[in-house]
C-alpha cells in the first residue's frame, strides 16, 4: 500500500514530490562529507553487493548440507530408524535468495520506464529513469537475505540438526539442569544475534540510501520506493522457505504450535523440529 501511495505521488506530480525534491536538494548541499556518502553509496553497486551475497549463499548451502548428513546419520541408528526425519532442502533458502536478488532488475526497469521520473540536478544529463532507485532496491534484498540467511542458519544451529535433534528419548535426571542452562544460553544467544544482524542490516541501507541522497544520485523517494519494493521480495522469501523448507529448523507443527522432539501432535504425528522457526 505504501508503495502504491509513493508510485502515485511520484507519477501523478502530487504535493508530495514536490516535498520530497525540496528535502533532496537540501539534503544534497548537506554537511555529510562526500568521501563517505560515495562509499555508503557504492555498496549499493551490484558489483559490492553480490559478492557479499554469493558468499553467505555458499556458505549457509554448506551448512545446511552438512546436517543434512548429520541427520541422516542420526537416522540410519539403531534407536533412530523408523522415526521419519523430514527431508531436508537444504538448498532452498540459498536458492531463493538469488532468485530475490535476481527478481530486482526485473520489477526495478520497467518501472522505472514507466514512470520517467527526473533524476537530482546532477544527474541532468542522464535519462529520466530513476524511480524507484536499483542501487537502493539491491541494497536492501542482497544484505536482506544475507542476514536472513545468517538468522536462518543461527536458528539450525540452535534446533540442534544432527544426531541429537533425532533422538526423542528424555534425558536421564541428572543431565536435566545442564541441558536446560545450555538450551537457554544458546536461545539467548541466537536472539542477541538475531537483534545484532538486524540492526546491521538496517543502519547499512540506511547509510546507502542516504549517500544516494547525498550525493545527488537520486530523490529521497526513490529510495523510500526501492525500501518498499524489497520488502515484498524479503517477504517472499520468508513466505517460500517457511512453506517449503524442512530442514536447518523447519518441521512439522500442529495447530500452528511448534511440535518439539518426542511431541506428539493433534495429528498424531511426532515433530522432529520446529517449522515456524523460520519466521523472523
Known sequence: MLFAALTWQVAGHGPLRTLDERLGRALATGSLPAGAAEFCADLGNTAVALPVLLVVMVWTGWLGWRRQRERRGAGQGGEDTGQGLAPVRWWLPPLAAGLALAAVPALVVPLKLWIARPGPPQMAGDAPAFYPSGHGATAAVAYGVVGLLLIHGRRGVRTGDGATAARPHPPTAPATAPATATATATATATAMVTVAVTVAVVLLNVGVGIGLVRRGYHWPLDVLGSWCLAGVLLAAW???????????????????????????????????????????
Open 238 to 280: 520468508c513466505a517460500v522457505c517457511d512453506r517449503w523448507s524442512r530442514g536447518a529448523g523447519a518441521g512439522r507443527c500442529a495447530g500452528g504450535r511448534p511440535v518439539g522432539p518426542g511431541q506428539t501432535g493433534s495429528d498424531g504425528k511426532t515433530g522432529l523440529m520446529s517449522r515456524r522457526s523460520l519466521k523472523g
